[in-house]
């Protein structure tokens, strides 16, 4: 499998994603924002949409399906509990599950509560470990996500907890936004000190004048989320309402 992740012209700075299968040609679509830059991309490198995936049902990670359906008959995997809320959609996940498979490579439906009640994330499994997890806006770079729309900070917090924290330090990190200056400006604001954290900044900057983004993993951010750094729940909430009104 490949990963080709796409900026888009959101004001909220989303990111889509695309898994690639080289041998088969397809293609599946995550959290699809720009049908037209999706369709173009399959249409230049003669691929097939295999399925399209919804971390959640917020509108921004769903704009592209209708069309991207439209066009190619793809089906739309989402939270079942989230069905009226997703455009298209037609297939329900189950926590847990093994969606796709591709040799000794598969992806994996985990069910992330927290952002919103209806949250999953969609991991990459190759041999017996965890090589990416594509996180919605459960996880970004250096933060994790709100929860004033429709979720449960304590969700989140347990999410985190029992999710993401004891992912192996090589597991790269695809969130759902470009939240990379902002919330390292909030790391420094919130006390975490890494010498690295300007140069991130900077190759950040870079990176998204390239029209690329800096990938991360969860080695690095155990070092820069302040999110990561041993909280209680309490402390958690109240870093989280600070966020908020930061």
């Not at 041998?23 to 249409?43: G, K, M, W």
Request: net charge negative; charged share 25%; aromatic share 10%.
């Amino acid at each position: 499998m490949e990963v080709v992740s796409l900026r888009t012209e959101s004001p909220l700075r989303n990111l889509s994603h695309l898994i690639l299968f080289p041998n088969s040609q397809e293609v599946i679509a995550i959290d699809p924002y720009s049908a037209p830059t999706i369709l173009d991309f399959l249409r230049k490198n003669s691929l097939k949409l295999k399925a399209i995936l919804n971390t959640h049902e917020h509108a921004d990670h769903t704009k592209g399906n209708l069309e991207l359906q439209r066009e190619t008959g793809a089906p739309v995997f989402g939270h079942k509990n989230a069905s009226e809320k997703i455009p298209g959609f037609s297939n329900h996940l189950e926590s847990e599950k093994s969606l796709f498979a591709d040799g000794n490579e598969k992806i994996l439906s985990w069910e992330t509560p927290g952002h919103t009640l209806c949250h999953f994330s969609f991991a990459v499994e190759k041999g017996n470990s965890i090589w990416g997890v594509f996180s919605g806006d459960t996880v970004f770079n250096a933060g994790v996500g709100n929860c004033y729309r429709g979720g449960n900070v304590s969700l989140l917090f347990q999410t985190i907890q029992t999710r993401f924290l004891s992912l192996p330090d090589t597991c790269f990190l695809f969130p759902g936004h470009d939240y990379w200056i902002n919330n390292l400006d909030f790391a420094v604001h919130c006390g975490v000190s890494d010498v690295e954290i300007n140069d991130l900044k900077a190759e950040a900057s870079k990176k998204e004048s390239e029209d690329s983004y800096l990938l991360s993993n969860f080695g690095l951010e155990r070092k820069i989320n302040p999110f990561f750094q041993n909280l209680n729940e309490q402390k958690f909430a109240e870093l989280r309402k600070q966020r908020d009104e930061w």
